[in-house]
C-alpha cells in the first residue's frame, strides 16, 4: 500500500497565486485532514473530513479551501496565497474508529 | 484553550543508552495519547498510542507511561540507536468523537556515537 500520498513535496508561489495541494489515499479511510507545521508550533489542523461530501473547519481554516468528492482524495486549495501561508502541509487520514492519523511525506510551500 | 507541551527542545543521548522524552498535558478530560517521530524532511510516523485507563504500554523498544495524577506523559526509548534521531511529539485527544488531536511542539533526540 501506498498509504497516504501528497503532491507536490515542494513549491513556490508569489502573492496572490492560487494552487492546489493533492492528497491520496488508499486504505479506504474515512477521515482525512490537512495540517500545517510551523518552526515552533505543533500541528495545527486547517480542515477536515469525516466522509465524502462532508467537510469541516479546524483550527486554522482561513485561506484555505477542501472538497471531498471521493473516498481517497483529499484536496486542499489556496485561493490567494499570501507570505503568512509559507509552511510545511501534511495531509493525515485514518478510520472512523481509531484515533491514530497516518501522515503524508508533506509538501513544503513558500509563498514569495 | 487547553494545550499539549514538550519541556526540552533537544535531548542528547549516547548510542546504546535509554531515552526520556517528556510531555505535560493539561487537559485533565483527556482519554488517548500518541506518539510521533519525524524525521527530518518526511512526514510524522506513528511510534505508540495509550488510552487514558492504562498507565504503561510497551511495544518493540518503546515504551509510553501515562501519569494522570500530574498530567504526564514519557516515551522511553530502550538502548537509542542512530536511526532513532528524530523529533518526536506527543498529542491527547478530549473524550468524545468531536474532540480532535492537539499536538505539542516537539523534542529534538540527537544520538551521538
Known amino acids: 500500500n501506498a498509504g497516504v500520498t501528497q503532491t507536490p513535496k515542494f513549491q513556490v508561489l508569489k502573492t496572490g497565486q492560487s494552487m492546489t495541494l493533492q492528497c491520496a489515499q488508499d486504505?479506504?479511510?474515512?477521515?482525512m485532514s490537512w495540517y500545517r507545521q510551523d518552526p515552533g508550533m505543533g500541528l495545527r489542523l486547517i480542515h477536515y473530513?469525516?466522509?465524502?461530501?462532508?467537510?469541516d473547519q479546524g483550527e486554522v481554516p482561513n485561506g484555505y479551501n477542501v472538497s471531498r468528492s471521493t473516498t481517497e482524495d483529499f484536496p486542499l486549495r489556496l485561493l490567494s496565497a499570501a507570505p503568512s501561508q509559507t509552511s510545511v502541509y501534511f495531509c493525515?487520514?485514518?478510520?472512523?474508529?481509531?484515533?491514530?492519523?497516518?501522515f503524508g511525506s508533506g509538501t513544503q510551500l513558500s509563498v514569495l | 484553550g487547553e494545550s499539549v507541551g514538550l519541556h526540552l527542545p533537544t535531548l542528547s543521548v549516547q548510542e546504546g543508552d535509554n531515552s526520556i522524552i517528556n510531555c505535560a498535558y493539561s487537559n485533565s478530560a483527556s482519554d488517548y495519547f500518541i506518539w510521533y517521530k519525524q524525521e527530518s524532511g518526511k512526514g510524522p510516523q506513528f511510534i505508540i498510542d495509550?488510552?487514558?485507563?492504562?498507565d504503561k504500554r510497551q511495544g518493540q523498544r518503546v515504551t509510553v507511561l501515562l501519569n494522570k495524577t500530574v498530567k504526564h506523559l514519557s516515551l522511553q526509548i530502550a538502548a537509542t540507536q542512530p536511526g532513532d534521531s528524530a523529533v518526536y511529539f506527543c498529542a491527547e485527544k478530549g473524550a468524545g468523537t468531536a474532540s480532535k488531536l492537539t499536538f505539542g511542539t516537539g523534542t529534538r533526540l540527537q544520538v551521538t556515537l
Open positions: 473530513s469525516v466522509g465524502a461530501g462532508i467537510t
Open positions: 486504505m479506504n479511510h474515512e477521515y
Open positions: 493525515a487520514s485514518r478510520t472512523a474508529l481509531k484515533e491514530k492519523l497516518f
Open positions: 495509550i488510552r487514558s485507563n492504562m
